[in-house]
Nanobody, 117 residues
């Protein structure tokens, strides 16, 4: 029933910006938290940022000061503004939503972010 739809990835040069979006549909309750993980080729999936329904955020050290997450609880939607992108940011970005205990944890389909030098 619950689906996460994410978009906004693309190809940019170093120093450029992208804005990702993720919307959770089919949930009758607000997610406890939403955010993004990313996975680069040959590397483990890692936390980028999460935000709780109360607005508490947790950012990976590598993106602090460059990425900003925002939310609209009424729409169960989050956005990730990615500025001053670096080649090291290249990865597939996966949206996630924690809707326990009613629905569980869900993942989006992933969106590719590629940053060229």
């Amino acid at each position: 029933q619950v689906q996460l739809v994410e978009s906004g990835g693309g190809l940019v040069q170093a120093g450029g910006s992208l804005r990702l979006s993720c919307a959770a549909s089919g949930s009758i309750v607000s997610p406890n938290a939403m955010g993004w993980y990313r996975q680069a080729p040959g590397k483990q999936r890692e936390l980028v940022v999460v935000i709780t329904r109360h607005g508490t955020t947790t950012y990976a050290d590598s993106v602090k000061g460059r990425f900003t997450i925002s939310r609209d609880n009424a729409k169960n939607t989050v956005w990730l503004q990615m500025n001053n992108l670096e080649p090291e940011d290249t990865a597939v970005y996966y949206c996630t939503a924690d809707i326990r205990p009613i629905y569980g944890i869900y993942w989006g389909q992933g969106t590719q972010v590629t940053v060229s030098s």
